[in-house]
């Protein structure tokens, strides 16, 4: 604490990001859920226990931690909330989530990142992806970075270099996210 300004961690920012989220959703009138996947793994491992610190939170405001096997399986299970208004009888007009995973996983991710992205994000819901890169292989097999792969999936990137700009940059992920559709 410093003169009373309170600092988060990057993986605390994450779970602040899906709340204000959230409560920009129900100042707009949308009825929205969360939902956050990935892989325990990921050097963003820490995720893991900041969201389910946060677990009351979350439950409160319809937001739903679930980690994943791998990466792959978590992708293709926030890829099927996009598609909560195709059917009838939807629980909430969108579902927004984050996606986290390493770069092996950003690799062997890539089929449903294409077509995940080319299919786009309903109108209410919106995906943001943190990819968290091994620059120098210490809990990987291989060192990498994902960037290029992001490129090639024509998935928008930022790049932020702050806490404040995670949030505030999630916050545009968001929104542009259900703005291109």
Not at 11 to 33: F, S
Not at 52 to 75: C, W, Y
């Amino acid at each position: 604490l410093e003169r009373g300004r309170v600092f988060l961690t990057g993986t605390q920012a994450l779970v602040r990001l899906t709340l204000m989220q959230k409560a920009l959703d129900q100042a707009h009138g949308h009825n929205t859920a969360g939902f956050v996947t990935g892989y325990r793994g990921s050097p963003l491992g820490g995720m893991d226990s900041e969201f389910s610190g946060a677990r009351h939170h979350l439950t409160n405001s319809n937001i739903k931690f679930q980690p994943a096997v791998n990466e792959d399986l978590a992708a293709t299970a926030l890829w099927g909330t996009q598609q909560v208004n195709m059917f009838e009888g939807a629980k909430y007009d969108g579902v927004f989530g984050i996606w986290y995973g390493k770069g092996p996983g950003v690799d062997r991710s890539m089929d449903v990142f294409k077509h995940a992205n080319a299919a786009g994000t309903s109108q209410f819901g919106g995906v943001v992806a943190v990819m968290g890169d091994d620059h120098a292989c210490k809990s990987s097999t291989l060192p990498h970075q994902s960037d290029q792969m992001a490129a090639a999936a024509h998935m928008p990137l930022f790049n932020p270099s702050s806490v404040e700009e995670l949030i505030r940059f999630g916050l545009h992920g968001f929104a542009l996210s259900r703005y291109s559709g």
